[in-house]
Every structure is written in structure tokens, then in C-alpha cells.
């Protein structure tokens, strides 16, 4: 794939601008703590969260009801709530609805299989 500018900044977009999204989905898969969650981001998605912003977004999710912490010897963990597991299954279900159309309108003209 192409590095251009377009796709550039789709990447970012779709990454450390989504970056609530791959929270949950981590979470989703059990408790973990920041530096696991960003670690496992970049290992399983291809980007870089950064150190300081999985921390503010981990605490907009806790402030929202979306994930809750707790500490476990002398490490901060996180976990997913019900409200949470709620969000995560409606920002997949967007963007999965927004691929399908996208794929819809163009599958003819550039032959996407």
C-alpha cells in the first residue's frame, strides 16, 4: 500500500482518533492495565496510541461509565463495564455498516471481491 497523504491521515483517523474504540475491544478481552492496552494496540492494530493519551482517553471512558479501574497490588487496572460492552458493540455495528456501503457503492467500478 501506497503511503500518500490521503492515506496517511485515513490512518490516523481511523487509529489514535478512534483510539475509545480499541480500548473496549481490548478490554472486551479481559481486565488489563495501560501500558498492556497500548502494548497490545500497536501488537494487534499496526499503530501507535502514544503514552499520555490512552491514559486521558481510559479516563473519559471511567468518567462516562464505560470502563471502571481498580488497583491490584501496586498496578492500576481496567475493565470494561456492561455500558461499555454496549458502546463497543454500536461503534462496530457503524463501522461495519459504513464499510458495507462503502463496498456497495464501489465494488462494480473497482472490483472489490
Avoid at 475509545?20 to 492496552?37: D, I, N, Q, T, V
Avoid at 501496586?74 to 455498516?97: F, Q, W
Amino acid at each position: 500500500m501506497t503511503k500518500t497523504e490521503p492515506l496517511i491521515r485515513l490512518k490516523r483517523k481511523l487509529g489514535v482518533e478512534t483510539l475509545w474504540l480499541f480500548l473496549l475491544a481490548e478490554l472486551a478481552r479481559g481486565k488489563s492495565h495501560p501500558y498492556k492496552l497500548v502494548s497490545a494496540i500497536k501488537e494487534r492494530y499496526g499503530f501507535d496510541a502514544g503514552r499520555v493519551l490512552p491514559y486521558v482517553v481510559l479516563k473519559k471512558l471511567e468518567a462516562e461509565g464505560y470502563v471502571e479501574s481498580y488497583v491490584e497490588g501496586n498496578r492500576h487496572y481496567y475493565r470494561i463495564t456492561d455500558k461499555g460492552r454496549e458502546l463497543l458493540i454500536e461503534g462496530l455495528k457503524y463501522i461495519e455498516s459504513i464499510l458495507e456501503k462503502l463496498k456497495i457503492g464501489t465494488k462494480k467500478a473497482i472490483k472489490i471481491e
